[in-house]
Each structure stands twice: as C-alpha cells, then as structure tokens.
C-alpha cells in the first residue's frame, strides 16, 4: 500500500521551471551532535599519533618493557 501511495506522489509531481528552482534554499545546519562527533573524531586522532609517537620514541631510545 504504501508503494502505491509512493508512485502516486511520483505521478503528481511537476517540472519546475527555472524561476522556481532558483527560489529553493537549501544548506547545512550544524549540530550540537554534528560537533561533537567531529571534536571525539579529532581527539582520537590525537591519541593515537601520540600513542604512535610514544611508542616511535621507547623504540628508539631501547626503553620497551620485555614481554
């Protein structure tokens, strides 16, 4: 049922012309979450090249603990 109710929005729809489409806004909203996903994405990324780097610099200096 809801295809039919979906291909009948389709059927009804309407070319719009070129003044019309240039009246359509659209854009980007920034999100409380959108941020916070991006600044844990930036602190992981930190952690790990200091953990790489950490790691880089115990090789290095020949102070790794045997396992």
Partial sequence: ????DHLSVMVS???L???????IVGGINITA???SAIVRGVNTI???GKSVGSALR??????????
Wanted: glycine share 4%; net charge negative.
């Fill in 13 to 15: 729809m309407q070319v």
């Fill in 58 to 67: 115990r090789v290095q200096a020949g102070k790794i603990c045997p396992v």
């Fill in 46 to 48: 930190y952690e790990i």
């Fill in 33 to 35: 979450s959108l941020l």
């Fill in 17 to 23: 012309e070129e003044k019309e489409l240039l009246q």
């Fill in 1 to 4: 049922m809801a295809m039919l």
